[in-house]
């Protein structure tokens, strides 16, 4: 290496799985070894002041979520006011379609990009569905050429032109959880912006892994998961991001609950709603926050980080990685997430010209935890925060003994 890992020391403040070679954070981040005292320390206000948690103790938790807005902001490319915590990212996506899609017998298509996650395809469909449209030709999935797995501007503009103004909404995964391609998003939000569409971003594999302009970019919402990249915990409580344009946009569709009552009037109790603005006003339950004290304490990391050493640092790791790879020379794989470091995060995926499941087998067996789709793809994330140079190494001299 001819470079300074000035992050190196940020390992330490994880529990790294004895024995193991980590390259599953973009399925579930490690645990901060400060979560367990995070939680504690809730469990500790419900248990000596129960009630009166809410407004005192070391923090209050109706206002728990404001921190973690804060930290988060600069990393998604947004005002604390854009963004907020709540259910999980599914549940969100929900919520937000409800709120946005709101189809006419002209405009009603959705668009996807091919192999989006299957919860959003599930859940793209039932809004389709409850509209009374047939997701079989209202669903456009925007597929690569043949025979490759990357989605070009051409394969975009062509899909653009073809349904123009009968789409209501674009969703894109960025990236595709799949392949690792991350997407020129300005030029996607103009495409879908002249067809007239809502123009939203599943941001599960993107928050904390690619540099976000959400606001700059005019993104319209975004949903994400806060359990992988930002090392939330299991089944973190989500996030979402709502354009400041649309903070004070029409009620109609909107899915209310108390917490999306101003705070100042919440507990008053009032029979109507006295709604909040912005991302506030779309929070609609009591917050989790015994799930947010363990996110809390990922996000705590986040806070004491320099973006661009975090991002080169991502750079380099993933580099380093596909270096060590092509190295190699195998005929047994091919890496189809793309080699160009702007339309790629941390992770790569590994193509398997035949099964590679026993090839899964023998990289478990020597202690390497990574990501297997079958039949024949390997999902391998080395994670900014956590790992290191040696062990993409080590990765790499481990599987030239499995293949
Ligand atoms: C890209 C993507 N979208 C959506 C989801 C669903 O997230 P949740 O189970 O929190 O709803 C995931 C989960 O891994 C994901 O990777």
Redesign the pocket.
Known sequence: MNFTDSLSHVRNQFHIPAGKIYFCG??LGLQPKTAEASVLTELESWREIAIRGFTQGKNAWAKYVEPLRETLAPWVGASASEIGFM???????HILLEDFYQPTSERFKIMIEDR?????QYALASHLRLHGFDPESALIRVKPQQGTYAITEEDWTRAFQQHGNSIALVLI?HP??LTGQAFPIPFLQQRAKECGAIFAL????GVGNLELSLHDWQVDFA???N??YLNGGP?AV?GYFVHEKHAHRSRSHRLEGWWGNRAETRFEMRDTIDADSGANGRQISTPNILSLASLRAGLDIFSKLDPKAYFKRRLQLTSHLEKGLLALQSKAFSIITPSDPSQRGAALTLFFHSDAVPVEAKLSAAGVLCDFRRPNMIRVAPSPLYTSFEEVDRFCEILKSCI
Do not use: R
């Open positions: 973009h399925s259910n999980t990212l599914t549940t969100n996506l989006a996650f299957p919860s959003d995964g595709n959880y599943d941001l599960a594999h949903v994400w998961c359990y992988k089944g989500g």
